[in-house]
């Protein structure tokens, strides 16, 4: 039996857990733009860039996986509607926000504080093959991530001296 479904701490994730929800999400956020027919202005292609959408839409992924449980109260995914409304609201406030097209994408800006330097140039950038983009996208996320853990395991072998 599969586990049931648990918070995602994008943060926390191992590099394969990484790589398996990343794909899981994408399946899921593909799944729901076409049978509810979203805009790209909820949804934008590019979605997966920017890390205010991921955790919304990561969220809300979790939220219909426990609502449409078999073993879950049969109103549940009236319940999960009524936060999909909610959603699809802060969703669009965020691609107003950092200004994803359909077929290009810039970094969402960031305001610098005082004391910081100033906030890095935003450049737009255009993809031809989303599907091939985020596959790009995955594999480099991954691999920053194993280096991250290796890095960390070969820092441990090195405190254990001789």
């Given at each position: 039996?599969?586990?049931?479904?648990?918070?995602?701490?994008?943060?926390?994730?191992?590099?394969?857990?990484?790589?398996?929800?990343?794909?899981?999400?994408?399946?899921?956020?593909?799944?729901?733009?076409?049978?509810?027919?979203?805009?790209?202005?909820?949804?934008?292609?590019?979605?997966?860039?920017?890390?205010?959408?991921?955790?919304?839409?990561?969220?809300?992924?979790?939220?219909?996986?426990?609502?449409?449980?078999?073993?879950?109260?049969?109103?549940?995914?009236?319940?999960?509607?009524r936060?999909?409304?909610?959603?699809?609201?802060?969703?669009?406030?965020?691609?107003?926000?950092?200004?994803?097209?359909?077929?290009?994408?810039?970094?969402?800006?960031?305001?610098?504080?005082?004391?910081?330097?100033?906030?890095?140039?935003?450049q737009?950038?255009?993809f031809?093959?989303?599907?091939?983009?985020?596959?790009?996208?995955?594999?480099?996320?991954?691999?920053?991530?194993?280096?991250?853990?290796?890095?960390?395991?070969?820092?441990?072998?090195?405190?254990?001296?001789?």
């Amino acid at each position: 039996m599969p586990e049931p479904p648990h918070p995602v701490n994008w943060n926390l994730l191992t590099a394969h857990e990484l790589e398996q929800e990343w794909l899981a999400l994408n399946r899921w956020v593909d799944w729901l733009r076409r049978t509810y027919g979203l805009q790209v202005s909820v949804i934008p292609p590019f979605w997966h860039h920017h890390p205010e959408m991921v955790w919304e839409l990561s969220a809300l992924h979790l939220h219909w996986l426990a609502a449409y449980d078999p073993e879950q109260n049969a109103s549940a995914p009236l319940g999960w509607h009524r936060d999909f409304a909610d959603a699809r609201e802060r969703l669009r406030y965020w691609v107003t926000a950092c200004s994803t097209r359909g077929d290009r994408d810039r970094p969402t800006r960031q305001a610098a504080w005082p004391g910081e330097g100033p906030a890095p140039a935003i450049q737009e950038v255009k993809f031809d093959d989303r599907d091939e983009e985020f596959v790009d996208f995955v594999i480099a996320q991954v691999r920053k991530r194993q280096e991250a853990e290796d890095e960390f395991y070969a820092s441990l072998a090195d405190d254990e001296g001789p």
